[in-house]
């Protein structure tokens, strides 16, 4: 029994999944290929942002949509509890990398100057 529920859920998945990229396909066809003979461009380019909008709202009605609804719900809670560093440990962080960069660019600077003269004395 629960066998057969798992597939009518995966089949719903992929079924609403498939519907939302045909319907983006079809948006796309409609805005590239205009076979309704649109002039201007403002109705192809509604046309296309409809058929997005509505590609949308079919996939978050989809079982996936639904979890990634929730997944991006868990997210937001998640990021509330970050305890993010403050200014001043933010500048003087950047502070650092900024000087270890330098010095490393110094050191590769150094570096390829000796190489330089090694590869100029042994070709003179």
């Keep these: 029994m629960s066998k057969n529920k798992e597939s009518q859920v995966k089949a719903e998945s992929l079924i609403g999944s498939i519907v939302s990229i045909l319907i983006v396909i079809g948006s796309l066809v409609l805005f590239y290929l205009d076979p309704l003979a649109l002039n201007t461009t403002l109705y192809k380019v509604l046309v296309l942002l409809v058929g997005l909008v509505l590609a949308g709202f079919v996939f978050f009605k989809s079982p996936q949509g639904i979890r990634l609804n929730v997944f991006f719900k868990e997210?937001?809670?998640?990021?509330?509890?970050?305890?993010?560093?403050?200014?001043?440990?933010?500048?003087?962080?950047?502070?650092?990398?900024?000087?270890?960069?330098?010095?490393?660019?110094?050191?590769?600077?150094?570096?390829?100057?000796?190489?330089?003269?090694?590869?100029?004395?042994?070709t003179n």
Excluded: N, S
């Design 75 to 122: 997210t937001k809670i998640e990021l509330r509890k970050v305890v993010w560093p403050t200014k001043d440990e933010t500048i003087k962080t950047t502070g650092m990398i900024m000087v270890a960069v330098v010095i490393v660019a110094i050191f590769l600077w150094i570096v390829d100057a000796f190489f330089t003269w090694a590869v100029q004395l042994l």
